[in-house]
């Protein structure tokens, strides 16, 4: 069988030919391979060959490289029958992958999805999708402060880009990291461990003594995690760089579950409305580590990332073993599409049922209603909240709306999924004035709405 080759151009740092930006690659492939191919490099010191691997999306996968020389024309032979090519052009590099057997890892690769979404069949009018599109606006300096592009359609990943940093690389999720705690709590739920309709104080033994447990309120977690308590809190009032935010306090105290305990409820709060209060994500965080005992950050490895194939994460911990579920998870752009898969899938990975189809339904289902008088800072196009996930209805063009369940973090960290279109688009950004234009401009980008 005559081998095939498959070549991608590499684009690296003008300074660093061994620091790829990884997943912005050009050129054509004499193979179709289902995903994106990533070529992972890493130098251990200098004048030290590199290592790495190269990663195809669909495939779940990496082939492990060692000895790579990026001097001259080089090829060095890899899992077998499998060689790597490597050659300079500027300040990229060319890379081929030669091999008699690459028409069966191409069958592997189209085995290999993430899952497929309604058995395989894409909706109707997900062929408007433009990924390339949202590629494009980065470069053009439309979406600037964007640092990573990820879009996932039936189970495929259609776009991995990372800009400035490699798409290996952990970002920070800020607040989408509440929408992670929900579903974690769901595979408790499924245990019988926890119920939603239960009070918090139930799961709170050890609190007994704290203001908000004394005050007799039976504040359930259905409350809890659709935000809809109404604690005395002030958080979008005023700027996270305010220091009587109540973010700000709760983060500076030694017991963050304590501070948020310490709170009162209003009384004239009206029932199953929501407000945002990333205090009562912590009180969720809470009963996690109380039904489990061991922190959130250990429980989401057994539960969540072990099943996703989620390896490398960090989820902030302070000394007293509290984890931050309200904004402390960082995750790779990757790991941070393939959450977005697992609600798009209905709870499935790989044909496994990793949650509950029912409770991933709930989290991404209206639980509180937003109010247009609402002291809270609501993203445009919301018309409801789940459990720790915006519903949003974003207007994309004329006539044209798209319904999304997105989990949305500060400084334009955005996880939409889209669940009419089969779609999942991931984005890490470093936009500290907020996250409405991302959050909305690239849906728009995305289906073609905007040019």
């Given at each position: 069988m005559p081998a095939r080759t498959l070549e991608l151009l590499v684009h690296t740092h003008d300074d660093d030919p061994l620091s790829p930006y990884l997943g912005t690659w050009l050129g054509s492939s004499a193979l179709p391979i289902e995903g994106v191919v990533h070529l992972i490099l890493f130098r251990p010191a200098p004048g030290e060959p590199a290592a790495g691997s190269?990663?195809?999306?669909?495939?779940?996968?990496?082939?492990?490289?060692?000895?790579?020389?990026?001097?001259?024309?080089?090829?060095?032979?890899v899992a077998g029958p499998l060689t790597l090519i490597l050659r300079r052009e500027g300040p990229a590099l060319v890379v081929g992958m030669t091999s008699p057997v690459?028409?069966?890892?191409?069958?592997?690769?189209?085995?290999?999805?993430?899952?497929?979404?309604?058995?395989?069949?894409?909706?109707?009018?997900?062929?408007?999708?433009?990924?390339?599109?949202?590629?494009?606006?980065?470069?053009?300096?439309?979406?600037?402060?964007v640092d990573s592009l990820t879009v996932v359609q039936d189970g495929s990943v259609l776009l991995a880009g990372s800009y400035g940093k490699s798409h290996a690389s952990l970002r920070s999720l800020q607040s989408a990291t509440k929408s992670v705690t929900s579903l974690l709590m769901g595979a408790l739920v499924a245990r019988g461990e926890i119920d939603v309709a239960a009070p918090v104080a139930q799961y709170l033994r050890g609190q007994a003594g704290s203001r908000l447990v004394r005050a007799g309120k039976q504040i359930t977690l259905h409350e809890v995690?659709?935000?809809?308590?109404?604690?005395?809190w002030n958080e979008t009032q005023t700027s996270y760089q305010d220091p009587g935010n109540d973010v700000v306090r709760m983060n500076q105290a030694a017991d963050w579950v304590g501070y948020v305990l310490?709170?009162?409820?209003?009384?004239?709060?009206?029932?199953?409305?929501?407000?945002?209060?990333?205090?009562?994500?912590?009180l969720a965080g809470e009963v996690i580590r109380s039904v489990t005992g061991q922190p959130v950050s250990e429980?989401?490895?057994?539960?969540?990332f072990e099943p996703l194939g989620i390896e490398r994460y960090h989820w902030m911990t302070n000394e007293s073993g509290t984890t931050h579920t309200g904004g402390g998870l960082w995750l790779t752009p990757r790991d941070f599409a393939k959450i977005g898969w697992?609600?798009?899938?209905?709870?499935?990975?790989?044909?496994?049922?990793?949650?509950?189809?029912?409770?991933?339904?709930?989290?991404?289902?209206?639980?509180?209603?937003v109010e247009a008088d609402s002291t809270a800072v609501i993203p445009r196009g919301c018309v409801a909240y789940g459990y720790q996930w915006w519903l949003l209805s974003t207007v994309v063009g004329e006539d044209c709306?798209?319904?999304?369940?997105?989990?949305?973090?500060?400084?334009?960290?955005?996880?939409?999924?889209?669940?009419?279109?089969?779609?999942?688009?991931?984005i890490t950004a470093h936009d500290w004035h907020g996250v409405d234009e991302i959050a909305g401009q690239s849906l728009k980008l995305l289906l073609g709405k905007e040019r």
């Open positions: 190269v990663e195809v999306d669909s495939l779940g996968t990496s082939i492990p490289l060692s000895d790579i020389h990026v001097d001259g024309a080089a090829c060095h032979a690459l028409p069966s890892l191409e069958a592997r690769c189209l085995r290999r999805r993430w899952g497929t979404h309604q058995a395989g069949t894409i909706p109707s009018g997900a062929h408007d999708i433009d990924p390339e599109r949202l590629e494009r606006a980065v470069a053009d300096g439309v979406l600037p402060w995690l659709s935000m809809s308590v109404g604690l005395e310490a709170k009162e409820v209003r009384s004239a709060f009206p029932e199953g409305v929501f407000e945002y209060q990333t205090g009562l994500t912590l429980a989401a490895r057994e539960l969540l697992l609600v798009a899938d209905h709870g499935r990975w790989h044909g496994r049922q990793v949650l509950p189809e029912d409770w991933v339904d709930r989290c991404v289902s209206p639980q509180a209603r709306t798209v319904a999304s369940a997105s989990a949305l973090g500060h400084g334009g960290q955005v996880l939409h999924v889209l669940p009419g279109l089969a779609t999942v688009v991931a």
